[in-house]
């Protein structure tokens, strides 16, 4: 039995980390947008002089060694490339060309690390980033934990995972920005173990988060889900049940239901019964309803069907009557865990705009107090929830 609920839910989690090619975090979140506003800016302050300026530029880093490059060739230079081997040529010239000059002569604080690498995640290209990655940064020019993480978002939305965990060991053996577990590049390198879902990604992901764990580092929530993930497609769900306890929320969406895969694949189906009690019990009319998905729900329904069978547990009604509630109550959704589990990391201002809505109709006046008054519970609503309380 046990055996057999491994290898289904193992099927189930390998299917998740199948997924086509997408960007881990907002283009707002890496600053994309905000490069991109720039872009079209210094477009206009150039107008028809955009071609005159390149051809200048060309001009400067294939002729004499005393032409000098200033800093605000470099950032024009960034924000007029367009998507031609040309301009790529250009870019990397002038950024050759900048390094081998003196230091002395910067006198600004301009970091173009991040910038440089927003302008290559805009064109897609992650060759050109990686070129430029290994030819300028080792004298630090790229050294910046941005950097790092907007590099490491192209390469997990190119499938090129592998390389997330080699661009990791870079930041661990330098030690950017005084850290060596930089809390975003570390979601993004368990996010390519589990999207890489080798058994030397599985090792490689585990390691790194016993290394957390000993130095007492506590990795964002989503980088807890994927390690939870990876352990469930590899066949280990104890140790997916401890890596998730670790999470303060516990009832978060992707926590909950990796934790119900766990222990469905561990017989462990009586403690599947609070988890669903948390879902279904009220705490409030204003306060979002809690959902899982249709593919969870159904591995659930087939733990409880095999125990039967096998007589593994005898105690079941509880969980068949949640299960029903879930499914009434509109509590059961079609999305997959795996769009779940890899949905972008939006900004805080995204979050705060998603927000709004409802912020504006608390904020209105009288408005929080007139939704309380309209609100009349459903006869569906006065006859589930009552019952849930008597399974205590």
């Not at 004298?139 to 080699?166: A, H, N, P, W």
């Not at 009690?277 to 087939?302: H, M």
């Not at 105690?315 to 890899?342: A, F, K, P, W």
Request: proline residues 2%; positive net charge.
């Amino acid at each position: 039995m046990f055996r057999k609920s491994v290898q289904s839910l193992t099927a189930f989690t390998k299917a998740c980390g199948s997924a086509q090619y997408r960007s881990l975090y907002s283009a707002s979140a890496l600053g994309i947008e905000g490069y991109e506003a720039y872009r079209e800016k210094t477009r206009t302050q150039h107008l028809h002089n955009v071609d005159n300026f390149k051809r200048k530029m060309r001009d400067f880093v294939s002729g004499s060694a005393t032409n000098m490059i200033f800093t605000e060739d470099l950032k024009n230079i960034i924000h007029l490339i367009d998507n031609t081997p040309e301009d790529k040529q250009l870019l990397k010239d002038t950024i050759m060309r900048y390094n081998q000059q003196g230091k002395e002569l910067r006198f600004g604080n301009y970091v173009f690390g991040p910038v440089i690498m927003r302008a290559c995640h805009h064109l897609g290209d992650a060759d050109l980033a990686l070129e430029l990655f290994k030819g300028a940064g080792t004298d630090g020019f790229f050294d910046q934990l941005t950097s790092y993480q907007i590099l490491g978002d192209m390469l997990y939305e190119k499938g090129r995972y592998q390389e997330v965990r080699e661009l990791f060991d870079s930041i661990k053996s330098r030690q950017i920005q005084g850290g060596r577990f930089p809390k975003h590049c570390i979601t993004l390198t368990f996010a390519a173990c589990y999207k890489e879902n080798t058994a030397d990604s599985f090792q490689y992901a585990m390691d790194l988060w016993k290394e957390l764990n000993s130095v007492g580092h506590v990795p964002m929530r989503k980088a807890t889900a994927f390690a939870a993930a990876l352990a469930l497609s590899n066949g280990r769900p104890e140790i997916a049940v401890e890596i998730l306890g670790t999470v303060a929320k516990g009832n978060y969406v992707t926590v909950r239901q990796l934790k119900t895969l766990a222990l469905c694949a561990l017989n462990r189906l009586e403690d599947v019964v609070p988890i669903f009690r948390s879902v279904l019990e009220v705490k409030g009319p204003f306060e979002k309803q809690q959902t899982y998905c249709r593919e969870v729900i159904e591995k659930v329904q087939e733990a409880v069907k095999q125990a039967k069978e096998t007589n593994v547990s005898s105690n079941l009604q509880d969980l068949e009557r949640m299960l029903e509630y879930l499914e009434t109550n509109g509590q059961i959704v079609n999305s997959t865990l795996d769009s779940i589990l890899c949905s972008e990391i939006v900004s805080t201002a995204q979050r705060n705009d998603n927000k709004s809505n409802l912020a504006d109709s608390y904020n209105t006046r009288g408005g929080r107090m007139q939704q309380q008054r309209n609100f009349r519970p459903t006869k569906k609503y006065q006859q589930l929830r009552p019952g849930l309380s008597d399974m205590n």
